[in-house]
């Protein structure tokens, strides 16, 4: 709740609430002086009516003396109620002679031996009148014989220290609003408004516009916290610059790695294709000769008129068996050639066009027979038949070959016979590719790491981190795709890959 209160509603509450303590204290203090004055007057009075008593009583011993001293001090202040003498053990006078008689306190001559005068709190009597009550020795000899009691009518001191105190309590309003206004205006001006300026400055320097030092016309404190921002600010800004430079530097070494990964790719793809063309090439190059030297042979018999039938018969078998064996390889070649081409175009140059998934991707295997062979495991592609994307197919030559070549690398042994498959699934405007193997799995550890650039755990081998963060950036990026991977160990590892059917970005 208190953060909520801005910091001038904050001061001004606190000023407040400070101000109304002490003022409060103040009129206390105020009324508490005023109505120890008037106690003090009572005090006063009574003190001179006790010294007239004591000396009348101490002249005359006459009780009827002292009787006719409060009928005339009664009838000379209307604000007496009431006096008293009080002897050891009952009433001797009083204003009220009903009470003539009546036992005194026991407790009341006990009292007076060690005080002067005694005032009891302010009450109010049955009639409702405040009224003050006032008791004081009487002596003789300097020995207490008696006590004087006296009840006065404070009504008019009560009104006054009322009225005092409202006044009291108006004035300090009064000072407090007036206050209260003076300092809201003072922290307006010389805290609040340069503050605001300065968090005008910041929201500008967060969004991005042409920053301009704060001028500010305030007090020292302020202005010391304007310069450290104005500093702060330039040092930003040379900083900003510094990391957009080096930013720079970064993705340009990073897209350099890249594509030299991609290269390097490309090369071990050529030179796989390569050796896997010389056979079929070298079978049908082996097969032309032979059939060159049986031509040969046959062309000798027919100019020396020793050819036979049988002769004919044979060499027509022996080129019909040799360009068969001819034609069978130089198709294989030519199949190798073309989808060497096509896959080899698609990662080269980032063209998209409309393509189906499956069949290209069991163009890209042939390819990558050359690695394949070399090992004991097997890849098999599952889905229907047909499903299209139109996007660019060279990132998905380069996505399948990292994962084989992944799981090659990093799941298998040399010796182990794995199984890698690859599932193709249509939903709706999305293809959800599923890639898997079932070889030593990841501890989650890596799993949390493996899209991370340069982050590899065949550091030893020659890994250089690139191959999953290719991937990654291909999915999301080049596809527009997701990519999430899940692998416990022991148990192999499993890509799922979202692409949309239509990707133009």
């Known amino acids: 709740m208190l953060r909520t209160i801005s910091l001038q509603k904050r001061i001004v509450i606190f000023v407040t609430l400070v101000t109304v303590v002490m003022m409060s204290v103040i009129v206390s203090f105020d009324s508490y002086s005023l109505q120890r004055s008037v106690e003090e007057t009572y005090v006063s009075q009574l003190n001179g009516m006790t010294i007239a008593i004591n000396g009348r009583y101490e002249e005359s011993h006459s009780i009827e003396d002292v009787q006719q001293i409060f009928d005339y001090i009664q009838y000379k202040n209307n604000d007496i109620l009431e006096l008293t003498l009080y002897g050891k053990d009952e009433i001797l006078a009083s204003t009220?002679?009903?009470r003539i008689g009546q036992p005194s306190p026991p407790e009341m001559m006990a009292t007076m031996q060690d005080t002067d005068i005694h005032v009891a709190h302010?009450?109010?009597?049955?009639?409702g009148i405040p009224t003050g009550l006032l008791t004081a020795p009487m002596r003789e000899d300097g020995v207490t014989v008696g006590a004087i009691e006296m009840l006065l009518n404070t009504s008019e001191n009560?009104?006054?220290?009322?009225?005092?105190?409202?006044f009291s309590v108006l004035v300090g309003l009064g000072i407090t609003l007036l206050l209260l206004a003076v300092l809201s205006l003072i922290i307006r001006k010389l805290l609040i408004h340069p503050l605001l300026q300065i968090r005008q400055?910041?929201?500008?320097?967060?969004?991005?516009a042409p920053y301009t030092e704060i001028p500010l016309d305030a007090s020292l404190e302020i202005r010391e916290v304007a310069t450290a921002f104005n500093d702060m600010v330039r040092n930003l800004e040379g900083r900003y610059n510094e990391l957009q430079a080096a930013m720079g530097?970064?993705?340009?070494t990073q897209k350099q790695l890249v594509e030299s990964e991609k290269m390097g790719a490309l090369g071990s793809l050529v030179a796989g294709v390569s050796h896997e063309i010389n056979t079929p090439i070298g079978i049908g190059v082996t097969a032309a000769s032979f059939m060159e030297e049986k031509s040969k042979e046959f062309l000798a018999l027919y100019q020396d008129n020793k050819m036979k039938r049988s002769d004919l018969e044979d060499y027509l078998s022996v080129v019909r068996e040799t360009t068969g064996m001819i034609q069978t390889n130089l198709q294989r070649a030519s199949e190798l050639i073309k989808s060497f081409k096509q896959v080899a175009v698609d990662r080269s140059v980032e063209t998209k066009r409309t393509f189906a998934v499956k069949e290209y991707i069991q163009e890209v295997l042939i390819s990558l027979q050359p690695n394949l062979k070399k090992t004991k495991h097997h890849v098999v592609v599952s889905g229907p038949d047909g499903v299209e994307l139109y996007s660019d197919p060279g990132a998905i030559s380069q996505i399948v070959t990292n994962l084989i070549m992944n799981s090659i690398i990093h799941a298998y042994t040399p010796n182990d016979e794995g199984t890698i498959r690859i599932s193709i699934e249509k939903f709706q405007k999305f293809v959800n590719l599923?890639?898997?193997?079932?070889?030593?799995?990841?501890?989650?550890?890596v799993v949390d790491q493996i899209f991370n650039p340069f982050f590899t755990t065949n550091r030893s081998g020659g890994g250089t981190g690139?191959?999953?963060?290719?991937?990654?950036?291909?999915?999301?990026?080049?596809?527009?795709?997701t990519?999430?991977?899940?692998?416990?160990?022991?148990?192999?590892?499993?890509?799922?890959?979202r692409i949309p059917t239509l990707h133009k970005g």
């Open 158 to 166: 009560a009104a006054l220290i009322k009225k005092r105190i409202r």
């Open 434 to 445: 599923t890639y898997s193997d079932d070889g030593r799995g990841m501890q989650q550890e």
């Open 96 to 98: 009220n002679r009903n």
């Open 483 to 497: 990519i999430d991977c899940e692998s416990q160990v022991g148990l192999g590892t499993t890509f799922r890959i």
């Open 249 to 252: 530097t970064i993705q340009r």
């Open 201 to 208: 400055a910041a929201v500008s320097v967060r969004e991005g």
């Open 122 to 127: 302010l009450f109010e009597n049955e009639n």
């Open 466 to 481: 690139l191959g999953m963060h290719i991937v990654y950036n291909l999915v999301t990026q080049s596809l527009g795709g």
